[in-house]
């Protein structure tokens, strides 16, 4: 396990991420205004994805079991996105 300061997270450039198991993304900017973001998860256990404001507390976006899929809005304000998974995942900004 690997651990860095949150400012290091690698910056999510595509509209669209995927990945398996756990990962931070940093927006370039934060949000303004609210966001939608569609996930899709095929893992078996838990999925958990968080918005992240520039300061304050991490706000629950998705706490799902299994495969999933659906969509959520991302706050003003989100800096990053953290996703806590233990399968294939997938992103998706609008």
């Known amino acids: 396990m690997k651990f860095a300061p949150i400012s290091y997270a690698p910056l999510w450039k595509p509209l669209t991420m995927k990945n398996v198991g756990d990962k931070v993304l940093k927006l370039a900017q934060p949000t303004k205004g609210f966001h939608t973001l569609r996930y899709a998860h ?6 958990a994805v968080f918005a992240i404001p520039v300061s304050g507390t ?12 659906g969509k959520v809005t ?15 995942w997938t992103l998706t900004r609008k």
Do not use: C, H
């Not at 095929?42 to 999925?47: L, P, Q, T």
């Not at 991302?74 to 399968?87: F, H, L, R």
């Open 42 to 47: 095929s893992g078996e256990s838990n999925f």
């Open 58 to 69: 991490a706000e629950l976006l998705v706490n799902k079991i299994g495969r999933v899929s």
């Open 74 to 88: 991302i706050p003003s304000g989100t800096k990053y996105v953290w996703v806590q998974a233990d399968g294939k």
